[in-house]
């Protein structure tokens, strides 16, 4: 019986084991990334890997007039039109409806408190000056212990949960905004007045972009630090590093930037205002999404999107 079509993209650097299950499963053509794409691929594609930053909308799959299943790795899909996919009968094989799996994954939740404690502590700043040979605690003392802080959450589905779980065992007091769970703060303006940290875990959509603008960042006590492993869609950034000049924030650490999934962003971010001001400060912290960064979660996740999309390719066989 001959295997599915499938278009693979190197870009989404698959782990090994999962990219020799692809070759094993599948009839694979693999590319650099979706600009290499041709007509006659696309032709043949019955299932489709799909990086972020390229639309899977519906001028593409109509491009593809035999695929059968999208397959991204991302507990998020803002590249994907699931609508046009489910008016074509195109199962969405990713991670946003799998909250059960997702909940066994917890790297993007470790980095947060990770950033948080690196950004209030100045922990790179410290390790830069004591490997230079300044053995000297003084200049590096926090203003207080994080377990008298307040931490607000603007999101609190998975992963806003488990950070304020980790939060709340070294001593810290927990509020959220999320209009979609009860018992939650009424608006972020009020959250984030009644925080000390502030941590970004929200959905990006047309609804949520700049949703932590440059009033809610104003609204923060004088000293508060700000940490986004959500996306960089969702925070306004020149408003937060206004407010770093100034010194009404502390600090704050990024992992996630508007843009990023743009193709020449790499080779633009280097002279941007945020890389600028990270090398020339040091209460911001980057680092280049790497929250969910772990072999183990990368390998995980690809495996069982895999086995989604080997799933629904046999149920549309079995019909």
């Given at each position: 019986m001959p295997r599915p079509r499938a278009l693979y993209y190197r870009i989404m650097s698959y782990q090994p084991e999962n990219l020799a299950r692809l070759r094993d499963c599948f009839d694979l053509t693999a590319l650099d990334d979706p600009r290499d794409d041709t007509a006659d691929m696309?032709?043949?594609?019955?299932?489709?890997?799909?990086?972020?930053?390229f639309a899977v909308d519906a001028d593409k799959m109509d491009r593809c007039p035999r695929l059968r299943a999208v397959v991204s790795n991302t507990t998020g899909i803002p590249h994907i039109d699931a609508q046009a996919a489910a008016s074509r009968h195109i199962a969405v094989c990713a991670l946003h409806d799998?909250?059960?799996?997702?909940?066994?994954?917890?790297?993007?939740?470790?980095?947060?408190?990770?950033?948080?404690m690196a950004a209030w502590r100045r922990i790179p700043a410290a390790h830069a000056a004591a490997a230079s040979g300044a053995w000297n605690r003084r200049p590096w003392g926090a203003p207080r212990m994080l377990s008298r802080?307040?931490?607000?959450?603007?999101?609190?589905?998975?992963?806003?949960?488990?950070?304020?779980?980790?939060?709340?065992?070294?001593?810290m007091k927990t509020a959220y905004y999320d209009p979609y769970v009860d018992g939650g703060v009424d608006t972020i303006?009020?959250?984030?007045?009644?925080?000390?940290?502030?941590?970004?875990?929200?959905?990006?959509?047309?609804?949520?972009?700049?949703?932590?603008?440059?009033?809610?960042?104003?609204?923060?006590?004088?000293?508060?630090?700000?940490?986004?492993?959500?996306r960089g869609e969702l925070l306004d950034l020149d408003a937060l590093l206004d407010?770093?000049?100034?010194?009404?924030?502390?600090?704050?650490?990024?992992?996630?930037?508007?843009?990023?999934?743009?193709?020449?962003?790499?080779?633009?971010?280097?002279?941007?205002r945020v890389a600028v001001y990270a090398r020339e400060h040091d209460n911001l912290i980057l680092t280049p999404h790497i929250g969910g960064s772990t072999h183990d979660a990368w390998s995980e996740t690809e495996a069982f999107v895999i086995d989604k999309a080997l799933r629904a390719l046999a149920r549309e066989s079995g019909r």
């Open positions: 696309l032709a043949e594609t019955e299932v489709l890997f799909a990086p972020l930053g799998e909250p059960e799996f997702l909940d066994g994954i917890t790297p993007t939740a470790e980095h947060a408190i990770g950033l948080m802080m307040r931490l607000g959450l603007v999101g609190y589905g998975r992963l806003g949960r488990k950070v304020a779980r980790i939060a709340e065992a070294i001593g303006e009020a959250l984030a007045a009644g925080s000390d940290v502030l941590s970004l875990h929200a959905p990006a959509n047309d609804g949520t972009r700049n949703l932590v603008s440059r009033a809610v960042l104003e609204a923060l006590p004088r000293g508060a630090v700000v940490v986004n492993t959500a407010l770093l000049e100034s010194g009404h924030l502390q600090a704050a650490a990024l992992d996630t930037i508007d843009g990023e999934y743009r193709t020449d962003f790499a080779q633009s971010f280097g002279d941007s």
